[in-house]
């Protein structure tokens, strides 16, 4: 079923990109209509809602929200079409004033993008590498900017921030108009009996997207997405055709200059390609229609690989269509990526963890503004075992192991007192495992991503807890 799912999601991915004949390029991103009456027309007959959201974020109205100014306000509206909004640390999430909003679970979805948004945004507060704070990266999406001297609601470009948008049935990938990105939750179909945490995967997907696009490309060199340079787009050279080719793209070749078929899902471009043949170019595919472009696909495929290195959903991806690989999993991944230049250079981006990109997704955040009724980020150890991460909590019985309820509290359901995790944990970027007893004397470790959900009192009684 993943495997489906997971197929099914990449080859929908490619349909947001209308083919074109141009010079070198697609046109704008669509916004994609589903036609299947099951996932669109029928929500009620067929919904399996979410689990009613907790989060401490609210929907209210965007008109509402006075702090926004007057001209970011009807300019949402119009042009952007959101009626209702989530302010997450002054960053939002939209949704239209849909009858059907309901019906397709659209407010928990948007519950559900508010916790995952706000923890994209609150990674550690000290500078990273490339000299970016948590703050920095906020003031990027908040919509509490002033307004320059002249500028109307009618004004695009002038007022765009990145907000992200949920709908029923639409998707949009573009930015396009006003910063909008966008989740549609029929990209999941609603009968599935793993609703909630496939479309938790979509909606991780695309929030990453919106964040490579508006902050990591800039900021780290390595993650360049308008050309075909840096370490992440020399390295989708590499894999391509061997383990890793975006589903949408026909005409692949390897880097060196072997084509490889990439099964039959986009028709389209393959009529574009006949009609508008290409020069091949080793590690790369047709260039003019699917995802081929430098920003489709290496965003895809960073966050693929990033997800599946830190594991943020169970998901393994699939290899190029014919290739003897077959899914890709993290230890077939690290194995792939340590045979190529690029990709080691990427790999070692990753493994370094100084940056302001997420190292863990949950959509839980800080459930009732409480650190003790949450979940560790961090990879935790019982006794010698392997170092191990909630999820892994929440199958057999393990809450009832040593440790594990009070470093799990809330896949555990504990309600006990707010207590320290009494495990050893793994903490990015120091050397040796480290305990709540270690961080206690070491007060500048509570600053570390993940430290304060794990050690709670060490670290409200170092004077750094929330």
């Excluded at 009626?83 to 397709?104: G, Q």
């Excluded at 005409?251 to 020069?279: A, F, K, L």
């Excluded at 690989?305 to 943020?312: M, T």
């Amino acid at each position: 079923m993943n495997y489906i799912l997971t197929l099914v999601y990449v080859v929908c991915c490619c349909e947001f990109f209308r083919k074109c004949a141009g010079e070198g390029q697609i046109f704008e991103p669509l916004v994609l209509e589903f036609s299947d009456t099951t996932t669109t027309n029928n929500h009620q007959q067929n919904m399996r809602r979410l689990p009613q959201r907790q989060s401490i974020f609210k929907i209210e109205t965007c008109d509402s929200m006075t702090w926004i100014p007057v001209e970011r306000r009807e300019a949402l509206k119009t042009i952007g079409q959101a009626h209702y909004c989530v302010d997450v640390f002054h960053a939002l999430i939209t949704a239209p004033d849909d009858s059907d909003l309901d019906n397709c679970d659209g407010k928990n979805m948007m519950l559900l993008a508010a916790n995952i948004m706000a923890e994209f945004l609150d990674t550690s507060p000290s500078p990273h590498a490339g000299g970016i704070t948590s703050d920095e990266v906020r003031r990027r999406f908040v919509w509490d900017r002033p307004v320059p001297d002249g500028v109307d609601s009618s004004d695009v470009d002038a007022l765009r921030i990145p907000f992200m948008h949920v709908r029923c049935a639409g998707h949009l990938e573009s930015g396009q108009p006003l910063g909008m990105y966008g989740i549609g939750t029929n990209f999941v179909k609603l009968t599935d009996d793993n609703y909630e945490y496939h479309l938790r995967s979509v909606a991780v997907h695309e929030t990453f997207h919106m964040f490579h696009a508006e902050v990591y490309s800039y900021v780290y060199p390595e993650l360049e997405d308008k050309e075909w340079t840096g370490a992440l787009a020399l390295c989708a050279k590499e894999a391509n055709c061997r383990w890793y080719t975006h589903g949408g793209n026909v005409g692949c070749y390897d880097y060196e200059g072997n084509s490889c078929p990439n099964g039959d899902w986009s028709p389209e471009c393959i009529d574009v390609m006949n009609d508008y043949p290409e020069t091949p170019i080793p590690g790369l595919c047709f260039q003019r229609c699917g995802c081929s472009g430098p920003t489709c696909n290496n965003r895809e495929m960073l966050a693929e690989v990033w997800n599946k290195y830190h594991e943020f959903t169970q998901d393994d991806f699939t290899s190029p269509t014919g290739h003897a690989i077959g899914m890709i999993n993290k230890t077939r991944l690290v194995e792939e990526m340590s045979k190529t230049e690029n990709c080691r250079l990427l790999l070692n981006f990753m493994e370094v963890g100084n940056t302001i990109l997420p190292l863990d997704i949950t959509g839980d955040y800080l459930i009732n503004d409480d650190l003790c009724k949450v979940n560790s980020h961090l990879k935790f150890r019982i006794g010698k075992g392997k170092f191990r991460k909630c999820k892994w909590a929440s199958k057999k019985k393990r809450c009832n192991l040593k440790g594990v309820k009070d470093t799990c509290a809330l896949t555990c359901g504990s309600d006990g007192p707010c207590v320290d995790s009494s495990l050893k944990f793994e903490i990015n970027g120091v050397k040796g495992p480290k305990t709540c007893s270690r961080v206690k004397t070491r007060k500048r470790l509570c600053k570390k991503r993940g430290v304060k959900r794990t050690c709670p009192v060490a670290c409200k009684e170092s004077g750094n807890g929330q």
